[in-house]
């Protein structure tokens, strides 16, 4: 199995381009089953997860061109089949997010029940439940959700709890309803505004996407188009994590600001300076060890729980005691065991960890058990004095394109050793 190698202790200094949102990406390439013909879309990032959408939706039937922009036109004209396999659902949760779209234009879906993974149980309840409410008939059997209309129908539905891809494919299926859905309880993420762009360039009638309350005007059919991904705001994150970890200066490009105040903010805290355009954020840490901080995480516009392990591993080192709790995913600290592997001293009480900075770590091989959990090993592994292995790393070529390249980049000493 590949590892990355990195050699710690070097501030880092230098300007990194910003990919395209990998949680925007993948809803936004399954929604183009919605369409009668091709629609293309730009800022799409390399990552493991996006080829394995693409598989995802070859099997369908969608036809699909890469070009070496960063663009994908995806027709779903000839679509055949409207079963998503258990092999790729199981290494990749998000192939759900093609339920909605397919029952919704074919009125037949067939999508293996994800299970549980690394950082939770996750069920898919919501998703199904927003369905039958617009009129699916859905059944659980033999391992797979198997959902059925003729024509949706707009219904109001309120969300038992904020779900992203739950909004996202409730969302996506209302588009070719017939008549008015008004979903309440919604995620607020920007990644679900990207969507509902995308799905109103491709003909669809969404109002009101960012705020707990989305309307979608049922239209008879979504047509091609072309759409530019958003900026991934977490793989931002990370970067700007990697230059106030090493008390060192990062300038992210091609990103969006107004996407990221809770983790600016918490940056701040720390002691960075941070400097923003609409899109570039700068954080400057001028030589000095991070402070600690507390937080929460909770749904957007609050601090992601996809940048807690990230400032997780930025406490190990800083100076005092930062408190994380977790309120999204039950097993969400797994890097933290790891992490002691460093030197790292943290303490946890549930789904609390308290994290006592130590003035230094030291080197050592790691495994990586998720894709956050590995950016933010990588993070202490560019601290930590000598040499860090971090094993598994596929879990990082998910969601983050060309890492040891873009934090080279920055002066970091890092290599990717291959399996
Ligand atoms: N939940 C339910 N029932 C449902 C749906 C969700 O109980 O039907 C619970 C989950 O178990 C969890 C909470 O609701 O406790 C929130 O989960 P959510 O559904 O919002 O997560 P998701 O949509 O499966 C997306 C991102 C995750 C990110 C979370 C939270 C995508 C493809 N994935 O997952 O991204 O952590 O929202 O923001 O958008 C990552 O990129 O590393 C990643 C895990």
Known sequence: MAKIVIAGGEPLNGEVQISGAKNAVLPILCATLLADNAVEIGNVPHLHDVTTTMELL??????????EKLTITADPSHVTNTVAPYELVKTMRASILVLGPLLARFGHAEVALPGGCAIGSRPVDQHIRGLQALGATVLVEGGFIKASAKRLKGARYVFDMV?????????????LASGVTVLENCAQEPEVVDLAHCLNAMGARVEGAGTNKITIYGVDRLHGGHYDVLPDRIETGTFLVAGAITGGRVLAKKTRADTMDAVLA?????????NTTVDTIEVDMRG???KAVSLTTAPYPAFPTDMQAQFAAMNTIAEGVGVITETIFENRFMHLNELTRLGADVRIEG??????????MTGAPIMATDLRASASLVLAGLVAEGETTVDRVYHIDRGYENIEEKLGGLGARIRRLPG
């Open 163 to 175: 779900t992203v891809t739950g909004t996202e494919n409730v969302m996506m299926a209302a588009t």
């Open 58 to 67: 070859g099997e369908m039937g969608v036809q699909l061109i890469v070009d």
């Open 266 to 274: 918490k940056l701040e805290e720390a002691g960075a300076h941070v």
């Open 351 to 360: 789904n609390t960890a308290i994290i006592r900075g130590v003035k230094k």
């Open 288 to 290: 000095n060890r991070p």
